[in-house]
Protein backbone atom coordinates (compact mmCIF):
# COMPACT_ATOMS: atom_id res chain seq x y z
CA UNK A 1 0.00 0.00 0.00
CA UNK A 2 2.97 2.52 0.92
CA UNK A 3 4.45 1.72 -2.68
CA UNK A 4 1.14 3.50 -3.93
CA UNK A 5 2.23 7.01 -3.09
CA UNK A 6 3.26 8.75 -5.74
CA UNK A 7 7.16 9.02 -6.77
CA UNK A 8 9.45 11.97 -5.76
CA UNK A 9 12.51 12.93 -7.94
CA UNK A 10 15.33 14.11 -5.71
CA UNK A 11 17.46 15.96 -7.72
CA UNK A 12 21.53 16.32 -6.82
CA UNK A 13 23.64 18.58 -8.32
CA UNK A 14 27.41 16.99 -8.23
CA UNK A 15 30.63 18.85 -8.99
CA UNK A 16 34.41 18.60 -7.37
CA UNK A 17 32.49 17.57 -3.61
CA UNK A 18 33.51 13.89 -3.28
CA UNK A 19 34.57 14.16 0.85
CA UNK A 20 30.98 15.03 1.36
CA UNK A 21 29.21 12.86 -1.69
CA UNK A 22 28.81 9.59 0.20
CA UNK A 23 26.84 11.24 3.38
CA UNK A 24 24.63 12.99 1.30
CA UNK A 25 23.67 10.25 -1.19
CA UNK A 26 23.47 8.05 2.32
CA UNK A 27 20.77 10.27 3.78
CA UNK A 28 18.83 9.96 0.64
CA UNK A 29 18.58 6.51 0.39
CA UNK A 30 17.53 5.86 3.78
CA UNK A 31 14.31 8.26 3.42
CA UNK A 32 11.35 7.17 5.08
CA UNK A 33 9.00 8.08 1.91
CA UNK A 34 8.64 4.65 0.02
CA UNK A 35 8.91 5.69 -3.81
CA UNK A 36 11.64 8.33 -4.96
CA UNK A 37 13.70 8.44 -7.27
CA UNK A 38 17.37 9.91 -6.64
CA UNK A 39 18.73 11.77 -10.24
CA UNK A 40 22.70 12.30 -9.64
CA UNK A 41 23.89 14.84 -12.47
CA UNK A 42 27.24 15.12 -12.90
CA UNK A 43 28.36 18.10 -13.58
CA UNK A 44 31.49 17.30 -15.66
CA UNK A 45 33.17 16.41 -11.82
CA UNK A 46 37.51 15.97 -12.36
CA UNK A 47 37.28 14.39 -8.88
CA UNK A 48 35.93 10.99 -7.75
CA UNK A 49 32.16 12.45 -7.50
CA UNK A 50 31.52 10.70 -10.91
CA UNK A 51 32.73 7.09 -9.85
CA UNK A 52 30.62 7.80 -6.62
CA UNK A 53 27.31 8.35 -8.65
CA UNK A 54 28.08 4.84 -10.56
CA UNK A 55 28.52 3.32 -7.64
CA UNK A 56 25.27 4.11 -6.14
CA UNK A 57 23.37 3.26 -9.69
CA UNK A 58 24.90 0.02 -9.42
CA UNK A 59 23.79 -0.48 -6.20
CA UNK A 60 20.36 0.83 -6.03
CA UNK A 61 17.99 0.66 -8.33
CA UNK A 62 16.47 3.99 -7.25
CA UNK A 63 19.33 6.38 -7.98
CA UNK A 64 20.34 7.29 -11.69
CA UNK A 65 23.20 9.38 -12.82
CA UNK A 66 23.57 11.91 -15.98
CA UNK A 67 27.24 12.51 -16.73
CA UNK A 68 27.68 16.12 -18.43
CA UNK A 69 30.54 16.33 -21.32
CA UNK A 70 31.73 19.63 -18.66
CA UNK A 71 31.36 21.46 -16.00
CA UNK A 72 27.97 23.66 -17.30
CA UNK A 73 27.20 25.51 -13.86
CA UNK A 74 24.26 24.02 -11.29
CA UNK A 75 21.48 25.89 -13.03
CA UNK A 76 22.33 23.28 -16.20
CA UNK A 77 22.98 20.38 -13.98
CA UNK A 78 19.62 20.90 -12.40
CA UNK A 79 17.42 21.51 -15.49
CA UNK A 80 18.73 18.17 -17.22
CA UNK A 81 17.72 16.50 -13.55
CA UNK A 82 14.17 18.48 -14.23
CA UNK A 83 13.93 17.25 -17.68
CA UNK A 84 14.55 13.54 -16.73
CA UNK A 85 12.28 13.37 -13.14
CA UNK A 86 9.34 11.09 -13.33
CA UNK A 87 8.13 12.12 -10.40
CA UNK A 88 4.91 13.60 -9.16
CA UNK A 89 6.79 15.80 -6.83
CA UNK A 90 10.58 17.69 -7.08
CA UNK A 91 13.07 18.52 -4.23
CA UNK A 92 17.02 19.75 -4.65
CA UNK A 93 19.33 18.27 -2.95
CA UNK A 94 22.97 20.11 -2.91
CA UNK A 95 25.58 17.11 -2.83
CA UNK A 96 27.77 19.02 -0.01
CA UNK A 97 24.74 19.17 2.43
CA UNK A 98 22.54 15.88 4.10
CA UNK A 99 18.83 15.63 5.15
CA UNK A 100 17.34 14.15 7.76
CA UNK A 101 15.51 10.72 6.79
CA UNK A 102 12.16 12.01 7.30
CA UNK A 103 12.82 15.26 5.58
CA UNK A 104 10.57 14.02 2.22
CA UNK A 105 7.53 12.27 4.18
CA UNK A 106 7.28 15.25 6.36
CA UNK A 107 7.54 17.19 3.61
CA UNK A 108 5.02 15.19 1.24
CA UNK A 109 2.13 15.26 4.22
CA UNK A 110 2.55 18.64 4.63
CA UNK A 111 1.56 19.37 1.44
CA UNK A 112 -0.68 16.91 0.69
CA UNK A 113 -2.53 17.85 3.95
CA UNK A 114 -2.89 21.90 3.30
CA UNK A 115 -3.36 21.39 -0.43
CA UNK A 116 -0.55 23.39 -1.14
CA UNK A 117 1.82 23.76 -3.79
CA UNK A 118 5.20 23.94 -2.35
CA UNK A 119 6.18 22.70 1.49
CA UNK A 120 8.97 23.76 3.16
CA UNK A 121 11.20 22.48 6.08
CA UNK A 122 13.73 24.22 8.68
CA UNK A 123 17.10 24.08 8.17
CA UNK A 124 20.69 23.49 10.27
CA UNK A 125 23.81 26.01 9.07
CA UNK A 126 21.82 29.36 8.57
CA UNK A 127 20.82 32.03 10.80
CA UNK A 128 17.29 31.83 10.61
CA UNK A 129 14.42 32.03 13.11
CA UNK A 130 12.06 28.95 12.91
CA UNK A 131 8.53 30.11 13.92
CA UNK A 132 5.92 27.94 14.03
CA UNK A 133 3.99 25.87 11.38
CA UNK A 134 1.46 27.87 9.22
CA UNK A 135 0.41 28.20 5.71
CA UNK A 136 1.11 30.97 3.72
CA UNK A 137 -0.10 33.09 0.33
CA UNK A 138 2.54 34.05 -1.71
CA UNK A 139 2.88 37.48 -0.29
CA UNK A 140 3.47 36.43 3.43
CA UNK A 141 5.91 34.30 2.03
CA UNK A 142 7.77 37.11 0.15
CA UNK A 143 7.59 38.66 3.26
CA UNK A 144 9.11 36.20 5.31
CA UNK A 145 12.18 35.63 2.74
CA UNK A 146 12.83 39.44 3.10
CA UNK A 147 12.88 39.25 6.84
CA UNK A 148 15.27 36.25 6.66
CA UNK A 149 12.54 34.52 8.63
CA UNK A 150 11.78 30.77 9.21
CA UNK A 151 13.21 30.34 5.35
CA UNK A 152 14.80 31.75 2.47
CA UNK A 153 14.35 31.38 -1.57
CA UNK A 154 17.00 28.62 -1.96
CA UNK A 155 15.89 25.72 -4.27
CA UNK A 156 17.12 22.99 -0.89
CA UNK A 157 14.29 22.40 1.88
CA UNK A 158 11.78 21.86 -0.24
CA UNK A 159 9.18 19.80 -2.34
CA UNK A 160 7.63 21.30 -5.49
CA UNK A 161 4.94 19.52 -7.53
CA UNK A 162 6.83 18.48 -10.83
CA UNK A 163 3.80 20.61 -12.94
CA UNK A 164 5.19 23.73 -11.25
CA UNK A 165 8.58 22.81 -11.74
CA UNK A 166 8.74 22.12 -15.02
CA UNK A 167 7.30 25.39 -16.14
CA UNK A 168 10.60 27.48 -14.85
CA UNK A 169 14.34 26.79 -15.87
CA UNK A 170 17.27 27.71 -13.65
CA UNK A 171 19.04 30.83 -15.77
CA UNK A 172 22.40 29.65 -16.17
CA UNK A 173 23.63 33.29 -16.40
CA UNK A 174 22.60 34.47 -12.41
CA UNK A 175 25.41 33.29 -11.54
CA UNK A 176 24.96 32.69 -7.18
CA UNK A 177 21.43 33.79 -7.60
CA UNK A 178 19.51 31.45 -9.39
CA UNK A 179 17.71 30.06 -6.60
CA UNK A 180 16.48 33.99 -5.84
CA UNK A 181 15.24 33.97 -9.51
CA UNK A 182 13.59 30.65 -9.41
CA UNK A 183 11.61 31.29 -6.18
CA UNK A 184 10.27 34.45 -7.21
CA UNK A 185 9.15 32.65 -10.39
CA UNK A 186 7.53 29.92 -8.39
CA UNK A 187 6.17 32.65 -6.49
CA UNK A 188 4.29 33.97 -8.87
CA UNK A 189 2.84 30.93 -9.99
CA UNK A 190 1.44 29.30 -6.25
CA UNK A 191 -2.01 29.82 -4.62
CA UNK A 192 -0.21 28.37 -1.38
CA UNK A 193 3.04 27.42 0.22
CA UNK A 194 2.75 25.43 3.71
CA UNK A 195 6.14 25.67 6.07
CA UNK A 196 6.99 22.98 9.01
CA UNK A 197 9.87 24.03 11.51
CA UNK A 198 11.82 21.24 11.60
CA UNK A 199 14.82 21.41 10.97
CA UNK A 200 15.24 18.42 8.37
CA UNK A 201 17.52 20.00 6.50
CA UNK A 202 21.25 20.61 6.76
CA UNK A 203 23.07 23.14 4.88
CA UNK A 204 27.15 22.64 4.76
CA UNK A 205 29.32 25.99 4.95
CA UNK A 206 32.36 25.81 2.91
CA UNK A 207 35.32 27.79 2.41
CA UNK A 208 35.50 27.56 -1.12
CA UNK A 209 32.22 27.52 -2.24
CA UNK A 210 31.56 30.81 -4.76
CA UNK A 211 29.00 32.13 -2.32
CA UNK A 212 31.64 31.77 0.48
CA UNK A 213 34.93 32.88 -1.50
CA UNK A 214 34.64 36.93 -1.86
CA UNK A 215 33.07 38.98 -3.64
CA UNK A 216 33.36 38.88 -7.69
CA UNK A 217 32.06 40.57 -10.53
CA UNK A 218 29.83 36.98 -10.69
CA UNK A 219 28.66 37.31 -7.58
CA UNK A 220 27.33 40.49 -7.90
CA UNK A 221 25.17 39.68 -10.88
CA UNK A 222 22.81 39.53 -8.33
CA UNK A 223 22.46 43.07 -8.09
CA UNK A 224 20.95 43.12 -11.85
CA UNK A 225 18.74 40.28 -10.82
CA UNK A 226 17.03 42.03 -7.88
CA UNK A 227 16.67 45.21 -10.23
CA UNK A 228 15.25 43.11 -12.28
CA UNK A 229 12.84 40.89 -9.95
CA UNK A 230 11.76 44.35 -8.35
CA UNK A 231 10.46 46.36 -11.76
CA UNK A 232 8.70 43.05 -12.37
CA UNK A 233 7.23 42.81 -9.00
CA UNK A 234 5.64 46.23 -9.33
CA UNK A 235 3.78 45.12 -12.39
CA UNK A 236 2.96 42.41 -11.60
CA UNK A 237 3.49 41.48 -7.05
CA UNK A 238 2.64 45.29 -6.61
CA UNK A 239 1.72 44.25 -2.56
CA UNK A 240 5.00 42.41 -2.17
CA UNK A 241 7.45 44.89 -4.25
CA UNK A 242 8.71 46.41 -0.81
CA UNK A 243 9.64 43.08 0.52
CA UNK A 244 12.15 42.70 -2.84
CA UNK A 245 13.48 46.15 -2.31
CA UNK A 246 14.61 45.11 1.36
CA UNK A 247 16.30 41.78 -0.40
CA UNK A 248 18.07 44.00 -2.70
CA UNK A 249 19.13 46.85 0.34
CA UNK A 250 20.21 43.49 2.60
CA UNK A 251 22.16 41.72 -0.21
CA UNK A 252 24.06 44.93 -1.06
CA UNK A 253 25.15 45.68 2.89
CA UNK A 254 26.05 41.81 3.15
CA UNK A 255 28.38 41.75 -0.25
CA UNK A 256 29.33 45.60 1.27
CA UNK A 257 30.89 43.83 4.63
CA UNK A 258 32.32 40.64 3.12
CA UNK A 259 34.70 43.79 0.92
CA UNK A 260 34.98 45.78 4.09
CA UNK A 261 36.53 42.38 6.12
CA UNK A 262 37.95 40.22 2.89
CA UNK A 263 38.56 42.81 0.34
CA UNK A 264 37.37 41.93 -3.44
CA UNK A 265 37.97 40.57 -6.65
CA UNK A 266 41.49 44.16 -7.56
CA UNK A 267 38.73 47.00 -7.38
CA UNK A 268 37.38 47.04 -3.77
CA UNK A 269 36.26 50.51 -4.15
CA UNK A 270 34.75 50.49 -7.76
CA UNK A 271 32.56 47.38 -5.85
CA UNK A 272 32.15 49.56 -2.97
CA UNK A 273 30.54 52.80 -5.07
CA UNK A 274 28.34 50.10 -7.15
CA UNK A 275 26.81 48.56 -4.03
CA UNK A 276 26.35 52.54 -2.73
CA UNK A 277 24.32 52.92 -6.21
CA UNK A 278 22.36 49.85 -5.88
CA UNK A 279 20.95 50.65 -1.88
CA UNK A 280 20.66 54.16 -3.02
CA UNK A 281 18.24 53.24 -6.02
CA UNK A 282 16.40 50.39 -3.74
CA UNK A 283 16.20 52.41 -0.43
CA UNK A 284 12.95 54.01 0.99
CA UNK A 285 11.74 53.73 4.69
CA UNK A 286 9.14 51.77 3.97
CA UNK A 287 11.71 49.19 2.54
CA UNK A 288 14.24 49.17 5.96
CA UNK A 289 11.55 48.78 8.41
CA UNK A 290 11.62 44.86 6.94
CA UNK A 291 15.33 44.89 7.77
CA UNK A 292 15.51 41.05 9.24
CA UNK A 293 17.43 43.09 12.34
CA UNK A 294 18.57 46.23 13.87
CA UNK A 295 22.64 45.46 12.89
CA UNK A 296 21.33 44.86 8.83
CA UNK A 297 19.36 48.31 8.88
CA UNK A 298 21.91 50.31 10.25
CA UNK A 299 24.17 48.90 7.63
CA UNK A 300 21.96 49.85 4.68
CA UNK A 301 21.39 53.01 5.99
CA UNK A 302 25.23 53.59 6.59
CA UNK A 303 25.86 52.34 2.75
CA UNK A 304 22.87 54.43 1.21
CA UNK A 305 24.86 57.81 3.20
CA UNK A 306 28.24 57.11 1.12
CA UNK A 307 31.12 54.31 0.94
CA UNK A 308 33.38 56.57 3.64
CA UNK A 309 30.38 56.10 6.20
CA UNK A 310 30.40 52.13 5.43
CA UNK A 311 33.48 51.96 6.20
CA UNK A 312 34.34 53.07 9.42
CA UNK A 313 31.19 51.82 11.06
CA UNK A 314 32.63 48.75 9.57
CA UNK A 315 35.77 48.86 11.14
CA UNK A 316 34.31 50.58 14.47
CA UNK A 317 32.16 47.36 14.48
CA UNK A 318 35.13 44.78 13.66
CA UNK A 319 36.83 46.68 16.19
CA UNK A 320 33.96 45.83 18.77
CA UNK A 321 34.06 42.22 17.83
CA UNK A 322 37.58 42.07 18.20
CA UNK A 323 37.17 43.39 21.83
CA UNK A 324 34.12 41.33 22.71
CA UNK A 325 36.89 37.95 21.00
CA UNK A 326 39.55 39.21 23.67
CA UNK A 327 37.46 39.84 26.24
CA UNK A 328 36.37 36.39 26.17
CA UNK A 329 39.55 34.48 26.13
Not at 60 to 72: A, C, G, M, T, W
Not at 100 to 118: G, I, P, Q, R
Request: proline share 3%.
Amino acid sequence: MELEKPKISVIVPVYNVEAYLEKCLLSLAKQTYPNIEVIMVDDGSVDNGGNICDAWTACDERFQVIHLPKNSGLSEARNEGVIRASGTYISFVDSDDYVEFDMLETLYNALVEACADVSICGSYGLHITNGSARTLSPEEAACCMARRFQFLWTAWGKLFTAKLVKQITFDKDAICCEDLLFFYQILKRVQKIVYVPNKLYHYIYREGSLINNGVTEKRCIVLSILDQICEDAAVCFPEVEVHFHQVALDTAARLAMQIAENGADGRPNDYMKRLRDNTRRHFSWKALMFSPDSKSAVAQMALCCGVTVFTILAAVYRLAKSLRKNSME
